[in-house]
């Protein structure tokens, strides 16, 4: 016991960490460990239960509808980051600007950020409805053609960007409103008597001093659209075809529609690798830049 | 000069109207669904869209006896709060002991909240059904509130880490001397000082619990159904009844909104200095 104990560091600090310990247990180790075993298995839920090795794994890999899901929630992901960051940060600097009291406004811009992803969905759904939503209305209005958003392959996927861009770009804007306030007013202040341009200001000072922040954002902006789940699942289901399919709207359905568990947790475990791949390249490159 | 100035005020009538246009683009969806939500069916059902109309509330009288709608409403609160009850009571004594206390493995145990906390909800939840079952856990308040804890637990630790972090640790030395334990110096010095950081991760928790979907879909069928799922039951019949629909939604919207105007503050910190931290 008191060999445990020097291991541990102290006593209270094991019995303080405890709780926590097995909740995470619970939470995680135990269905990342069983969920290893179920993808090596053709598992249905049922009484089938055989170990296949690695098949599930190699049947994926060499499977083209896998690609596509893959390929699909690295376009949502990529598109729809790329565009909360840049209007996210916009938008922070605009504000940032204004001579008012920004706290109402800044409440107001939250608001989508506080809704569920899977209400933003049914309300999208009800705006872009091809024959009665608003959204085509206000487009005949500016005599744009009417579209068919959600029902057609080629403008399924760009409509549920723009919905995550709604839902999200907030984030993005909270964050680096906070990183521009918090900046050191005595070298703004000086390029400022120097005669420099606003302009100037921004990209020589301000930008290089925000970037880890920003990059920061880009990761969980990342990380969180790779993810995507709700909005898919609420508005096109991964349709029409297999347009919109991101990887866990197409684990949902090999695991409950189609009772392909160890199938599901193979995608899954591939998938979480990827992840873990993304995140730590995007690291490394948030500490070069910090380095430098 | 001139121009210079010209060039200035323009830059500032811009930040204005870009702002005004974001706040106007925040707005108008939950306004339009709103009004989708007070038209009668007949209204509701007009090409083109109608702007002005008379207001129904039959949408919302029909939830109010839609008991299924209603119970998910109520499943919600009760999981919400067990979620930040659980939340809190891990995290406050973990908090403490990674930074205060003398623990090896701490960055062990940051890495581990940190893959809990980015890994997909899936991977956690598919692997769990057969569990759940058999242990009982499964479509209950208390199982789904220990699941969320995968999600909650290590945000609320990074946030009531950066809090206790702001603590002078002398305070912790004088209290020791004094013959306070540990547990007392959280309780009755840590706990007290930090309850604006408390509240600030609380409200954040309930907003992730309140809004969470796919882990609710894989661990309840009917008794625990969250709010969500609630919301999502209308989803079937989407073309016909927009006024059921648009409601549920604008219901389920309802808490959070109070908590954006309540607690604008602590969210910003919370989501601040969780992006910081995680």
């Given at each position: 016991m008191a060999k445990a104990l020097k291991a541990v560091g102290s006593l209270s600090a094991f019995w303080f960490i405890l709780p926590c310990l097995l909740t995470l247990t619970f939470t995680s180790v135990y269905p990342v460990s069983f969920g290893l075993i179920v993808s090596m298995t053709n598992w249905n839920?049922?009484?089938?239960?055989?170990f296949i090795g690695f098949e599930n794994y190699l049947g994926l890999l060499s499977d083209s509808e896998f690609w596509t899901v893959i390929g699909n929630t690295i376009t949502f992901s990529v598109s729809a980051t790329a565009i909360e960051i840049a209007l996210g940060f916009y938008l922070a600097v605009q504000v940032d600007k204004l001579?008012?009291?920004t706290e109402l406004i800044r409440a107001v811009l939250m608001?989508?950020?506080?809704?569920?992803g899977i209400v933003v969905a049914l309300m999208s759904k009800v705006m872009f409805d091809?024959?009665?939503?608003i959204i085509n209305h206000l487009m005949r209005v500016f005599g744009m053609g009417p579209s068919a958003f959600y029902g057609a392959a080629n403008t399924a996927m760009p409509s549920i960007v723009a919905v995550d861009v709604w839902w999200q770009t907030a984030f993005v804007f909270v964050i680096m409103l906070a990183g521009l306030r918090g900046l050191p007013n005595d070298p703004l202040e000086a390029a400022r008597v120097e005669g420099a341009s606003e302009f100037m200001i921004f990209w020589k000072i301000s930008f290089p001093m925000l970037q880890p922040l920003l990059l920061t954002v880009v990761i969980i902006r990342t990380i969180d659209t790779l993810k995507v789940f709700d909005i898919v699942f609420g508005t096109t289901g991964g349709g029409p075809?297999?347009?919109?399919?991101?990887v866990q709207t197409f684990v949902y359905r090999t695991a409950y529609?189609?009772?392909q568990i160890g199938k599901a947790m193979a995608t899954m475990i591939l998938f979480s690798l990827l992840i873990l791949l993304i995140s730590l390249a995007l690291q490394s490159l948030q500490r070069k830049v910090e380095s430098s | 000069m001139l121009r210079q100035t010209g060039m200035a005020n323009f830059q500032k009538i811009w930040a204005y109207l870009f702002t005004v246009g974001m706040i106007l683009l925040s707005l108008f969806p939950v306004y339009w669904v709103l009004t989708v939500s007070l038209k009668s069916k007949r209204d509701s059902l007009a090409n083109p869209p109608l702007w002005l109309f008379e207001p129904v509330t039959s949408s919302y009288l029909k939830l109010w006896n839609h008991d299924t709608f209603k119970e998910t409403f109520f499943n919600s609160i009760i999981i919400t709060l067990i979620g930040i009850v659980l939340s809190l009571a891990i995290a406050l004594p973990t908090a403490y002991a990674l930074v205060r206390l003398k623990l090896k493995g701490k960055n062990l145990v940051g890495i581990w909240l940190i893959l809990a906390y980015m890994l997909p909800e899936f991977l956690f939840v598919l692997p769990m059904f057969s569990l759940y079952q058999w242990t009982g856990l499964y479509d209950t308040h208390l199982g789904l509130a220990l699941m969320y804890q995968v999600h909650v637990l290590p945000l609320s630790i990074w946030l009531l880490s950066s809090f206790f972090r702001e603590i002078n640790p002398a305070i912790d030395e004088a209290a020791r001397i004094e013959g306070c334990s540990h547990w007392q110096i959280l309780t009755r010095i840590y706990i007290p000082c930090t309850l604006p950081g408390l509240v600030a991760t609380a409200i954040l928790n309930a907003i992730w619990i309140w809004n969470e979907l796919a882990i609710a879909l894989g661990l309840t069928?009917?008794?625990?159904?969250?709010v969500t799922l609630g919301v999502t039951?209308?989803?079937?019949?989407a073309a016909l009844d927009w006024g059921a629909m648009t409601a549920a939604s604008i219901i389920a919207i309802i808490p959070m909104l109070l908590f954006a105007v309540v607690a604008q503050k602590h969210i910003v910190k919370g989501i601040t200095l969780g992006a910081v931290k995680g």
């Open positions: 839920w049922g009484n089938q239960f055989d001579k008012v009291s608001m989508p950020l506080m809704v569920s091809p024959f009665l939503g075809g297999l347009a919109t399919e991101v529609s189609y009772q | 069928f009917s008794n625990a159904q969250t039951s209308f989803r079937g019949y």
